[in-house]
């Protein structure tokens, strides 16, 4: 597919850019050659390809979710810098 210079100036004028004559003539070209890999894409045959959304298998990556035992109360208030009435106590986020 070829990409004329009223193309070139018209994306430059949308995106705000200022370009010479001679950006103008290597964009054109430049955007020319990749709009030609595109139709080389759109040539191949896809008819019997399933769509998905990753080219990998995905695989789970996360450990399975077991219920242990915890630490004793005590022992976690122990380390807390603040507590009260046998919980944790934090600042306020909200008023």
Same mark, same amino acid.
């Given at each position: 597919?070829?990409?004329?210079r #009223?193309?070139?100036? $018209?994306?430059?004028? =949308?995106? /705000?850019? %200022?370009l010479?004559s001679?950006e103008v003539?290597?964009?054109a070209?430049?955007?020319? #050659?990749?709009?030609? $890999?595109?139709?080389? =894409?759109? /040539?191949? %045959?896809t008819?019997?390809?399933?769509?998905?959304?990753?080219?990998?298998?995905l695989?789970?990556?996360?450990?399975?979710?077991?219920?242990?035992?915890s630490?004793?109360?005590?022992?976690?208030?122990?380390?807390?810098?603040?507590?009260?009435?046998?919980?944790?106590?934090?600042r306020?986020v909200?008023e």
């Open positions: 597919m070829e990409i004329g #009223e193309t070139v100036l $018209h994306l430059a004028r =949308l995106a /705000r850019i %200022d010479t001679d003539s290597t964009y070209a430049q955007l020319s #050659e990749i709009l030609g $890999h595109f139709d080389v =894409l759109q /040539r191949v %045959d008819e019997d390809v399933e769509p998905t959304a990753h080219t990998l298998a695989e789970d990556v996360m450990v399975e979710d077991r219920a242990r035992p630490l004793p109360r005590d022992q976690v208030l122990a380390l807390a810098p603040l507590t009260e009435d046998g919980y944790l106590r934090v306020a909200l």
